[in-house]
């Protein structure tokens, strides 16, 4: 059973699409979040959510919206995707303020 | 600034050989430090973290890390490298819910 899933894996897509990428954790956390690998294997973090409402959004355009139905699901929609978009997209999450994260494996976006 | 400096991009060791690989930080307060491993196509996963107390601390597969505070660094070592220790291994310093990375050291191990 994979604790933080991400579905899809791959994406490959035109400037101008919109996007969205999906994750799921099943380890009862309340803490979730998306991070950005980009090719330099820079990994920063985008946004968190603790218990379906926002905490961190660290200065990302406009154009990525999060959003958590429910504190086990974190999805990412990217509208008008640029090639600047391109990069390794994580998800994780974390029980407690402590830092410590669990992450999916990723999916990788390109934008043509 | 918060800031993590991993000095190294790529280091090479031979299988059976001991291993540091180097982490600095600038942080404004003490933080939480930790240790992330991700191999090819995969996430990242917690080697190991240094909140308060001993600063000598021991994670899984055999690594462990030296928290000192004068020279803001928390270096990563392990005394015996195997060939499935090849990786990309990422230093994370924060507080809270925040971390900020280093921008990861790659380690090939020769036979």
């Known amino acids: 059973d994979t604790a933080v899933s991400q579905t899809p894996k791959y994406l490959v897509t035109q400037m101008g699409n919109d996007k969205s990428i999906k994750c799921e954790q099943n380890l009862g956390h309340d803490t979730m979040y998306w991070y950005k690998q980009d090719s330099k294997k820079f990994l920063k973090i985008m946004f968190s959510y603790n218990n379906k409402e926002l905490i961190i959004n660290e200065t990302v355009p406009n154009r990525f919206s999060p959003k958590s139905p429910d504190k086990a699901h974190l999805n990412l929609h990217i509208n008008s995707l640029e090639l600047g978009d391109s990069a390794v997209y994580f998800c994780?999450?974390?029980?407690?303020?402590?830092?410590?994260?669990?992450f999916g494996e990723g999916s990788r976006l390109t934008v043509l | 600034a918060q800031s993590v400096t991993q000095p190294d991009i790529h280091i090479t060791v031979s299988e059976g050989a001991s291993l540091e690989l180097r982490c600095n930080y600038s942080?404004?307060?003490?933080?939480?430090l930790f240790w992330y491993v991700q191999s090819p196509g995969q996430g990242l996963q917690l080697l190991l973290k240094y909140f308060s107390g001993d600063t000598l601390v021991q994670g899984i597969k055999g690594f462990e890390a030296e928290f000192k505070r004068s020279q803001s660094s928390f270096n990563l070592r392990k005394p015996s490298v195997h060939w499935s220790d090849a990786a990309e291994y990422f230093c994370?310093?924060?507080?809270?819910?925040?971390?900020?990375f280093g921008a990861g050291t790659i380690l090939r191990v020769k036979s």
């Open positions: 994780a999450s974390s029980q407690d303020a402590t830092g410590e994260l669990f």
């Open positions: 994370a310093v924060g507080t809270g819910n925040k971390l900020v």
């Open positions: 942080y404004g307060a003490t933080p939480y």
